[in-house]
C-alpha cells in the first residue's frame, strides 16, 4: 500500500510540481514538449499496473522519458523522481550488485545530463559523489527491506506449513482415535450380540448372564468416558498450587489400596515450596492413576518411590515402582491412545495423563526395566513468582 501510494500519488505529483516550477522558472527549452514528456511519462507509471505483462519493456520506457523528461526540465529537482523509480525498480530485481550496478547507471544518466545545463566545477563534482553516496544508500535500504519482507513471508510460509501438518496430525490422530473406540466398544457389543442370539435360538434364560452383560456395558461406559475426556479441549483455570500438597493428596487417596497389596509407597527427597499453576483436581487425577499403573504391575510385595525434586527451575515429580517393567517395544507405545496390555485396559489412561500434563507446559517420560520396574518423571515449569 505505501509503495503504490508512493508510485501512483506521489511521483505523479512531483512531476507535475518539476513541469510547473521548470515553466515559472522559465528553464524548460519547449514548454509544450516538456509538458507532453511529463504527461507520457505520468502514463507509463499507470500502464505498468495495467499491463504487468510488459513490466520490463514499459520499465525500460519509462527510463527514457524520464531523461527525455529531465533534460527538457533541466532542473536539479529531478533527482527525487530518480530515485523514486529506483526504488521501484529494486523490488522488480534480486541481489545487491545488481541493485548497486542499476542506482549508478541511472545516477550516471541524471550526472550527464545535469551538467548539460549547469557548469562543471567543483561543486558540481561533489554534487555527484552525493548523488551517487546517495544511490547506494537507496539501494542498501531497499535491499534491507526486501530481505526482511523476504523472511517475513518465509515465516509466514513455514507457519501455514506448521498449521497444516499440525491439522493432519490431528486430523490422523482422530481418526486412529475413532477406529480404536470403534474397535473397542465392537467387542463388548459382539459379546452381548452372540449371548442375546444365542440365548434366543435356545431359548435360554439370560439371568446367570446379568453380570455379565453389565460388566461389558460398564466397560463401553468406561470407553466413551475416557474417550470424551481424553478429546475435549482444555478449559481449565489454572492457579498456583504447591505440588507437594497434591502429591500428599493422591498418596492419602491410594495408599490404603497398595497397603491391602501389600505394597508400600514412599514419599522421600520432597520440596514442600514448590508451586506451579495446576488444575489442581487434574493433577491429582494424573498422579493417582500413575500410581494405579504401579500398583497393577507389582505382583508381589512392592515399593512405590515419590520423589519431588527442583531441577533447572523446574518442579520435577519421579514415581518408581519395583513391577515387572516394560519391554522396549510396549515403552515406545504406552502414550498412544488405545494401546494396553491388559486385559481389562482402554489404553487411554496414559494419554489422558499425557494430555493434561502437555495442557500444563509440562512434559512426562518413561522408563524401565524389565523385571526391575518403571518410572516415570514428570516436569513442570514453576511459578516465576516462587
Same mark, same amino acid.
Given at each position: ?55 520490463? &519493456? ?85 535491499? &534491507?527491506?526486501?530481505?526482511? #519482507? ?12 506448521? #498449521? ?39 431359548? &435360554? ?10 460388566? #461389558? ?100 515429580? #519421579? ?68
Amino acid at each position: 500500500m505505501f509503495f503504490r501510494l508512493m508510485y501512483h500519488i506521489v511521483l505523479p505529483i512531483y512531476v507535475i510540481f518539476v513541469i510547473f516550477s521548470s515553466i515559472t522558472l522559465n528553464r524548460s527549452q519547449n514548454h509544450f514538449l516538456v509538458i507532453l514528456l511529463g504527461i507520457l511519462f505520468i502514463t507509463s507509471i499507470y500502464l505498468e499496473s495495467i499491463y504487468p505483462r510488459y513490466k520490463k &519493456y514499459i520499465s525500460a520506457i519509462e527510463l527514457i522519458l524520464l531523461l527525455l523528461f529531465h533534460f527538457t526540465s533541466q532542473l536539479n529537482w529531478c533527482f527525487s523522481i530518480y530515485i523514486i523509480l529506483l526504488s521501484k525498480f529494486l523490488f522488480q530485481i534480486r541481489g545487491a550488485l545488481k541493485g548497486i550496478f542499476l542506482g549508478f547507471v541511472m545516477i550516471a544518466f541524471y550526472s550527464v545530463i545535469r551538467i548539460s545545463y549547469t557548469p562543471l566545477d567543483s561543486y558540481s563534482i561533489l554534487a555527484i559523489g552525493s548523488d551517487f553516496l546517495t544511490s547506494l544508500a537507496v539501494v542498501l535500504i531497499i535491499q &534491507y527491506i526486501i530481505e526482511v #519482507e523476504r523472511q517475513k513471508n518465509v515465516l509466514k510460509e513455514e507457519k501455514k506449513r506448521e #498449521e497444516l501438518r499440525l491439522k493432519e496430525e490431528k486430523m490422523n490422530l482422530l481418526s486412529e482415535m475413532a477406529a480404536g473406540l470403534a474397535h473397542e466398544i465392537r467387542n463388548p457389543l459382539t459379546i452381548i450380540q452372540g449371548f442375546l442370539q444365542h440365548s434366543k435360538h435356545n431359548q &435360554y434364560n439370560i439371568q446367570p448372564w446379568y453380570d455379565l452383560f453389565l460388566s #461389558e456395558v460398564k466397560r463401553m461406559n468406561k470407553l466413551t468416558t475416557e474417550f470424551l475426556q481424553f478429546s475435549k479441549p482444555n478449559v481449565s483455570l489454572y492457579q498456583s498450587h504447591s505440588i507437594h500438597e497434591c502429591l500428599t493428596t493422591v498418596i492419602s487417596l491410594t495408599e490404603s489400596r497398595a497397603n491391602s497389596l501389600g505394597h508400600q509407597i514412599v514419599y522421600r527427597e520432597y520440596n514442600s515450596h514448590l508451586s506451579i499453576q495446576m488444575d489442581f483436581d487434574k493433577m491429582v487425577q494424573v498422579f493417582v492413576n500413575l500410581i494405579n499403573n504401579s500398583i497393577q504391575s507389582m505382583v508381589d510385595s512392592g515399593t512405590i518411590t515419590i520423589r519431588l525434586l527442583e531441577i533447572n527451575n523446574n518442579a520435577v515429580v #519421579e514415581v518408581m515402582d519395583t513391577g515387572i517393567g516394560i519391554n522396549k517395544a510396549d515403552l515406545e507405545k504406552i502414550f498412544n491412545p488405545f494401546y494396553t496390555t491388559k486385559p481389562d485396559g482402554t489404553g487411554l489412561g496414559l494419554s489422558i495423563c499425557q494430555k493434561i500434563i502437555l495442557d500444563h507446559g509440562g512434559t512426562i517420560e518413561a522408563a524401565s526395566t524389565l523385571n526391575h520396574g518403571t518410572s516415570f518423571t514428570i516436569c513442570f515449569p514453576i511459578n516465576s513468582a516462587e
